[in-house]
């Protein structure tokens, strides 16, 4: 619900369980009232002040300075006397920066508009609020957009700069949200890693100064994430305080969570300043991507159920979130670049006898890439890999009763390609330096629309070609030297975003023109894995380590934010290759369940022992699927923390059945009655569980006692029913 109290000049925006106030002072600047548990009265204007009196411009005009570094301003500007750190600041055709903002005016609606060209949440009949702020000196008008999900405690928020001023002038920085919190939030949750180790959580304390987030790359890469979550101190992983903020967007972020000399809290959110300046036209629009904010009084675990469920209901492609997805093996790490059609055709011939539904082809299938330092670009089959063709090998595979998917990296071109002899200009470069390689690899120049035409006609064709059910849309190298000979001096701060709009562009042409396939999204492994590309793909592969350790904890991180049902989860060879760790294979395939189930190794070249495991668990997989991918996830104990063991489970909405998935790490000796505390079953309904009968109130207070298992690595999945 949205209110907009007249006499007070004060915005509620209700939730189920929370309250967001916002005020408007005499002079028309917005602040930031409250953000909390629910509240019933709009008589909150006490709150915003800035100190015993209303030390507002007004009434004391000779510290008007000290008033803008003092008030909560709900959408902070630069250059102006707010001396913390703003969200916008615009440079006009003079060369001067800074603005103003006031209150103009605002409407409250229920149809909520789309982010032009950008992935948003979908209204789907949300109450929605603009507030009209303007800066008259400058010509400037910047609209505040927020979505109240009230059933999923979220508000999404967005910003629109409108020029009016009759001249260019050029956004220099342009951040989506901020709060001003005035709680007693002290500690900071953010996610943090490397390749093949993406999303470790991490825990630190608010201090003073800035603690910042944030990623260059033009994704949001390995090592960081566009999320960011302040917590009281004493918040366990069911209660206590949580404010967290998740950016819509796949390129460069910034998020800081910044404690000023009043001990007052301020965290924001949005693209990062570095490499950006978007010249604005006069009468044209800017939009930034949104953000998803929620305030939970139920911790981490509340939190991440909030997350799970809008991501759901609002974010993912509706078509995929209850479909069962195809258990699917990729020839990855069975082959590398070592393949060709009849090895692929063992390959299915073995995997579907096991019960698998899908081959994908992974790289190298094009152009003469027989190594990574090639063919990217050249997006033509190679025949002497593929003899007959791709139609001939995707027949073959579906002639087994398996569907087909095919890998590609469309934003890359490697030097040693026909693309690039032709079209050296379409890489992105700095004029008169040889561009760097990653990976002995370019980045297309995808501020240039032929370039991207070019490349969706690619895709378009070879998706044509033959009977094509997914696509796997890998990114493997970060963006640098982001500039383009195709635009102007005063355009060059355009690249990074140019591009992401570009990817969005192709993946929306792309999921529009094959409104049956499934995407899934990856990036070196899991560098991508945001909100702005689950919008296009229900899946992303989550890491390219499938060790089941390191897959604890990054399943942890990325399961605090996104539903278990996006991430890719394989099961891989041992020892692994990543980092040579030797494991059980159930208990790679017990970490797996929690994901989108799939294997990742030569199916004709593993023991027989293991292979002849795999119907049952892919028959285990498919019992769970529908609850993994449709129920509430409750955290239960973190290996990343105890160093011993992990342990989570998933809870369908009636709260009938539930599945814990339980893995030792280290064994434990002479150990007596472990109990693990269950959550989110109903504490009146009486529960079985290895053939005994529990309340559920036992199981979540009392605990479960967990069977002793011999030996590091272990796992145990649990299976817990309603009885009757
Ligand atoms: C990335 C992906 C891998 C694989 C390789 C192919 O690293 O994460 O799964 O597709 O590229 O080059």
């Known amino acids: 619900m949205v209110i907009f109290d007249g006499d007070k000049r004060v915005f509620k925006l209700d939730t189920d369980n929370t309250s967001y106030v916002m005020g408007i002072t005499e002079e028309g600047y917005l602040g930031n009232i409250y953000y909390g548990k629910k509240v019933d009265s709009t008589d909150l204007v006490y709150a915003m002040r800035t100190g015993e009196h209303p030390f507002t411009p007004s009434k004391v005009p000779g510290e008007k300075i000290s008033f803008m570094d003092k008030f909560p301003m709900e959408y902070p500007f630069a250059g102006t006397g707010d001396f913390r750190s703003s969200c916008i600041n615009i440079r006009d055709n003079?060369?001067?920066?800074?603005?103003?903002?006031?209150?103009?005016?605002?409407?409250?609606?229920?149809?909520?508009?789309?982010?032009?060209?950008?992935?948003?949440?979908?209204?789907?009949?949300?109450?929605?609020?603009?507030?009209?702020?303007?800066?008259?000196?400058?010509?400037?008008?910047?609209?505040?957009?927020?979505?109240?999900?009230e059933e999923c405690d979220i508000i999404t928020r967005s910003v629109k700069v409108q020029?009016?001023?009759?001249?260019?002038?050029?956004?220099?920085?342009?951040?989506?949200?901020?709060?001003?919190?005035?709680?007693?939030?002290?500690?900071?949750?953010?996610?943090?890693?490397?390749?093949?180790?993406?999303?470790?959580?991490?825990?630190?304390?608010?201090?003073?100064?800035?603690?910042?987030?944030?990623s260059l790359r033009g994704e949001p890469g390995h090592q960081d994430h566009p999320f960011i979550a302040v917590l009281s101190g004493n918040c366990s992983e069911n209660c206590g305080d949580v404010y967290a903020m998740n950016l819509i967007y796949s390129g460069n972020f910034i998020a800081r969570v910044q404690k000023d000399q009043f001990d007052k809290v301020r965290m924001s959110i949005g693209i990062h300043p570095e490499h950006f300046t978007?010249?604005?036209?006069?009468?044209?629009c800017f939009e930034m991507p949104e953000v998803i904010?929620?305030?939970?009084?139920?911790?981490?675990?509340?939190?991440?159920?909030?997350?799970?469920?809008?991501?759901?209901?609002?974010?993912?492609?509706?078509?995929?979130?209850?479909?069962?997805r195809p258990v699917l093996i990729n020839n990855w790490e069975a082959t590398y670049f070592d393949f060709n059609d009849d090895k692929l055709v063992q390959i299915a011939e073995e995997a579907s006898k096991l019960g698998i539904d899908m081959l994908v082809m992974d790289d190298g299938w094009f152009g003469h890439r027989n190594a990574d330092n090639?063919?990217?670009?050249?997006?033509?089959?190679?025949?002497?890999?593929?003899?007959?063709?791709?139609?001939?090998?995707v027949d073959r595979v579906n002639a087994l009763g398996m569907k087909f998917g095919i890998w590609f990296e469309p934003e890359m071109i490697s030097p040693d390609s026909d693309l690039y002899r032709s079209h050296p200009e379409w890489a992105l470069a700095l004029d008169g330096r040889e561009p760097g390689l990653c990976r002995t690899q370019y980045v297309l120049d995808f501020s240039?629309?032929?370039?991207?035409?070019?490349?969706?006609?690619?895709?378009?064709?070879?998706?044509?070609?033959?009977?094509?059910?997914?696509?796997?849309?890998?990114?493997?190298?970060?963006?640098?030297?982001?500039?383009?000979?195709?635009?102007?001096?005063?355009?060059?701060?355009?690249?990074?975003?140019?591009?992401?709009?570009?990817?969005?562009?192709?993946?929306?042409?792309?999921?529009?023109?094959?409104?049956?396939?499934?995407?899934?999204?990856?990036?070196?492994?899991?560098?991508?894995?945001?909100?702005?590309?689950?919008?296009?793909?229900?899946?992303?592969?989550?890491?390219?380590?499938?060790?089941?350790?390191?897959?604890?904890?990054?399943?942890?991180?990325?399961?605090?934010?996104?539903?278990?049902?996006?991430?890719?989860?394989?099961?891989?060879?041992?020892?692994?290759?990543?980092?040579?760790?030797?494991?059980?294979?159930?208990?790679?395939?017990?970490?797996?369940?929690?994901?989108t189930f799939g294997y990742e190794l030569d199916v004709t070249r593993i023991a027989e022992e293991e292979r002849n495991l795999i119907p049952a668990q892919i028959e285990k997989y498919k019992k769970y699927r529908n609850l993994i991918q449709t129920g509430d996830y409750y955290r239960i104990a973190s290996f990343r923390e105890n160093g011993r063991y992990d342990s989570y489970?998933?809870?369908?909405?009636?709260?009938?059945?539930?599945?814990?998935?339980?893995?030792?790490?280290?064994?434990?000796?002479?150990?007596?009655?472990?109990k693990i505390k269950l959550c989110g079953l109903a504490s009146d309904k009486k529960y079985i569980v290895d053939d005994m009968e529990y309340l559920g109130s036992t199981l979540m207070n009392v605990g479960y006692i967990m069977k002793p298992l011999r030996g590091d690595f272990q796992s145990v999945v649990v299976e817990i029913n309603c009885a009757g």
């Not at 032009?116 to 303007?134: E, F, N, Q, T, Y």
């Not at 020029?163 to 002290?186: H, M, P, Q, R, W």
């Open 649 to 674: 489970m998933v809870v369908s909405k009636d709260k009938n059945k539930a599945v814990l998935v339980y893995v030792q790490v280290v064994t434990d000796s002479n150990v007596l009655n472990k």
């Open 374 to 393: 090639s063919s990217l670009g050249d997006w033509y089959v190679n025949e002497e890999k593929l003899k007959g063709g791709l139609k001939k090998l």
């Open 293 to 324: 904010m929620q305030y939970s009084c139920k911790s981490t675990n509340g939190m991440t159920n909030n997350f799970h469920d809008f991501f759901r209901k609002y974010i993912l492609p509706s078509k995929w979130v209850e479909a069962e």
């Open 278 to 284: 978007w010249k604005l036209e006069s009468g044209q």
């Open 448 to 595: 240039r629309h032929e370039v991207v035409d070019y490349i969706y006609g690619r895709l378009h064709d070879i998706l044509e070609s033959a009977n094509i059910e997914y696509v796997k849309w890998d990114m493997n190298r970060p963006i640098a030297e982001a500039a383009s000979l195709s635009l102007p001096a005063d355009r060059q701060g355009e690249v990074m975003h140019r591009h992401v709009l570009a990817l969005y562009e192709l993946q929306e042409r792309l999921v529009n023109d094959f409104p049956d396939l499934l995407l899934e999204n990856c990036s070196g492994g899991g560098a991508r894995f945001d909100a702005g590309m689950l919008y296009y793909s229900p899946q992303i592969w989550c890491s390219d380590n499938a060790d089941p350790v390191e897959r604890l904890m990054i399943q942890e991180g990325t399961h605090l934010i996104y539903p278990l049902s996006t991430t890719g989860t394989h099961v891989a060879d041992s020892p692994n290759h990543v980092n040579g760790r030797i494991t059980p294979f159930d208990t790679r395939a017990d970490v797996a369940l929690t994901g």
């Open 163 to 214: 020029n009016t001023s009759g001249k260019e002038f050029y956004i220099t920085k342009a951040l989506s949200a901020c709060l001003n919190l005035e709680t007693d939030v002290s500690d900071i949750l953010s996610l943090h890693g490397s390749w093949a180790r993406e999303r470790h959580i991490q825990r630190s304390k608010i201090e003073y100064g800035s603690y910042v987030t944030e």
């Open 94 to 149: 003079a060369g001067q920066e800074g603005l103003e903002l006031k209150y103009k005016s605002h409407n409250i609606y229920a149809e909520k508009r789309k982010i032009d060209g950008m992935p948003s949440a979908r209204g789907d009949g949300s109450m929605s609020l603009d507030i009209v702020l303007s800066d008259e000196a400058l010509g400037a008008e910047v609209t505040l957009v927020y979505t109240v999900y």
